[in-house]
């Protein structure tokens, strides 16, 4: 007895009702999207940064007393980096504002948002009511900061900065 294989074949056809000028409209507006998207978030993290910075510069002691409730450094540590944090800062921003070595720039500010995170994780485990200086040191007040909001707000602040570095905004940079 023979046995017979039917062999049902199934062709596509590769048929695009799109003309060619209407795909490269949609690669065009996804591309300007992206763009858009990557210009905003290049310009927004270096207004973050420089607006962080700028009540940090000149403010030393204020910045040594909002580093030593965390309870981490000693009072000589607090007051060398509260020289070293508001300039640092500012030159996070202005390499991103000016668009100076954007992905390396971008990498910098995760690897000091990290650190900033685990301080506040760090005061929050412990129970600490403090401010965190994070915009202000100057701040009077007793109620402390939310630092598990800063927390979010600072992985927020990384995710963007990691679209950035995904897909850096070069126009209008001087050497991305």
């Keep these: 007895m023979q046995r017979c294989a039917r062999l049902l074949v199934v062709t596509t056809t590769d048929v695009t009702d799109a003309p060619a000028e209407q795909v490269e409209a949609k690669r065009s507006t996804r591309a300007l ?3 858009v998207l990557s210009a905003a978030a290049r310009f927004f993290m270096a207004y973050v940064w420089i607006k962080a910075a700028i009540p940090k ?3 030393v002691l204020d910045v040594t007393q909002t580093i030593a409730a965390y309870e ?3 009072r000589d540590w607090s007051y060398l980096l509260a020289h070293i944090i508001g300039p640092l800062e500012l030159a996070g921003g ?3 504002l000016l668009g100076i070595k954007l992905r390396p720039a971008g990498w910098i500010s995760i690897g000091v948002l990290s650190l900033f995170i685990i301080g506040m994780l760090s ?7 403090i401010d965190c200086g994070c915009f202000d040191p100057n ?3 007793t109620e402390g900061t939310n630092l598990l909001a800063t927390v979010g707000r600072d992985v927020i602040y990384i995710a963007i900065t990691l679209f950035m570095i995904y897909r850096p905004f070069k126009k209008f940079a001087i050497y991305p």
């Design 33 to 35: 999207v992206l763009d």
């Design 57 to 59: 510069i000149g403010a």
């Design 72 to 74: 981490i450094f000693t």
């Design 94 to 96: 202005l390499l991103l």
């Design 123 to 129: 005061a929050w485990q412990r129970g600490l009511i």
């Design 139 to 141: 701040t009077e007040g």
